[in-house]
């Protein structure tokens, strides 16, 4: 902690990034720490990169800064990377980490690969933001700074339901309340609400979904043709795995998006017997024990099957 706030005392240029794809920790985080560094710093250049930011999430302050093109240009003395598990999730950012003179990772991912020349890892905390935290000085985080990272632990926590959530996470979002955080607002505007073409496509994975193993597992596919239909954008599709978690009878939930001719994204849930960190590694993504996720590649039925066999791998352990 006390290298980090030196690095960043001694950096005359900053960049943060998160990963490609972000979610409301990873936007949370990036904004979170953009903002707190603003309005606490003088006389230093700071830019924070982000692939894009949700329509949902631009209630944030200085969500229209966020950059999704790298300055090529620019050399950073300091390149702090959040909430990412390895170099190439930086997506159009791995240049500039790569060029920086300095390197951080802030994250709470246990599948992190220690990409950077300084890491700082905290697999039990919920999120980014809850780790963020516990770098910022309390009374110099302001009621827009508390807003992002409050948004960010309850993304992670799917608004403190899951398992990730600690007596620590209640204490840090209670402290972040404190500042003026409307949670309500926050929850609402960042979580819950959808659009109708969203809520058309949550239907709609509902109703073609599938159980296998008994009733062990739920899965649904969003086809490329599908998104198309509805004009969507895979942000559209939060929200959909967590719908279908909560399955009766079900261990896990999968949610698979078509990205290209065999090429799928995976994301996966699990209700607590079943490590989705551990299968989805397997296949060269990663993230957390109940949420993980990968890019995998063949026909549909092939990954089911590969995923499946995983799964019932696990559960039948877990049994015995």
Known sequence: MLELMKLVNEAKSIAIAGHVRPDGDCVGSCLG????LTENTKEKQIDVYLESVPAAFSFLKNTETALSAAKTDM???????LDCGSRDRLGFTEELFLSAKHTVSIDHHISNTMFAEYNHVEGEASSTCEVLCGFLVD????????ECLYLGIVHDTGVFKHSNTSRRTMD???GLLEKGVSASQVIDDSFYRKTYMQNQILGRCLLESILLLEGKIIFSCVSQKMMQL?????ADLDGIIDQLRVTAGVEVAILIREEGVQNYKVSMRSNGKVDVSKICCLFGGGGHKMAAG???N???????????????HQLMAYSE
Do not use: R, W
């Open 75 to 81: 050399v950073y003395d300091l390149f702090i990377a």
């Open 172 to 174: 840090t979002a209670g």
């Open 294 to 296: 990968c890019t995998m």
């Open 33 to 36: 720490l953009y903002n707190y």
């Open 298 to 312: 063949g026909s549909i039925h092939d990954v089911i099957n590969n995923l499946s066999g995983q799964i019932e």
């Open 230 to 234: 509805y004009g969507a954008v895979p």
């Open 139 to 146: 009374s110099c985080i302001s009621k827009e700074t508390a």
